[in-house]
């Protein structure tokens, strides 16, 4: 039996708002809402683990949501999908998992990185793999999903120089890039990127 899993009809809006998280305002838009949740674009420089808060404040509304999930638009845009903590049912087994990863260019390669706050001026306190600090504009950082970032990895990565980088010694060629996808996302069987790559 085919059921819809929707319950609650969203409603398309293209209105700015401001998002305040790690405790700094940003500007960006709402493309679409509904009873329990939104759609939010211009965001996608951030760190987005499921379940990370946030607050939204447009016209005369404020309310606080947790972050659910990202999607892209048709004009490729990425979305960052809410819920308000209201109606939150609490945290799923996937709350661990990143949802979409940001990463810097080193050497031809991308690298994972970690946006722990944002700053003042356009910029990102960032985390590197080995701990290491330190601002940088959002611009320079490359917004990754799940199943972009696996395929990205097939496609000619030097999977053995991220691999060195990472710190990750004594894995099998053929588990390489699942293991490297794992140690930037977690658990691949959390996601369907391997399964929507098995084409190429």
């Known amino acids: 039996m085919i059921t ?5 009809h969203r409603i398309s809006v ?6 305040r998280i790690d405790g700094v305002d940003l500007e960006c838009s709402l493309v679409d809402q509904s009873i329990t949740g939104a759609k939010i674009a211009g965001l996608d420089f951030l760190v987005i683990p499921y379940g990370k808060p946030l607050s939204v404040h447009f016209g005369s509304e404020s309310f606080d949501a947790v972050i659910r999930g990202v999607t892209r638009n048709e004009k490729n845009e990425m979305l960052i999908g809410i819920e308000r903590v209201e109606t939150a049912k609490g945290d799923s087994p996937d709350e661990e998992a ?3 990863n940001c990463y810097l260019r080193h050497e031809g390669n991308l690298m994972v990185c970690i946006p722990i706050s944002v700053e003042a001026d356009n ?8 701990g290491m600090q330190f601002p940088i ?9 799940r199943t972009e970032r696996y395929e990205s990895l097939m496609k000619g990565s030097d999977l053995s120089m991220i691999a060195d980088l990472y710190g990750i010694k004594d894995v099998p ?12 996302f977690g658990v691949l069987s959390n996601c369907n990127a ?3 790559c098995s084409t190429f």
């Open 194 to 196: 391997k399964a929507a």
């Open 173 to 184: 060629l053929s588990r390489l890039l699942d293991t490297l996808f794992e140690f930037e």
């Open 14 to 19: 293209d209105e700015k708002c401001s998002v």
């Open 123 to 130: 910029r990102v306190r960032v985390q590197l793999w080995d």
């Open 98 to 100: 990143m949802l979409l």
């Open 4 to 8: 819809n899993r929707r319950k609650f």
């Open 137 to 145: 504009n959002f611009t320079a950082l490359v917004t990754m999903n």
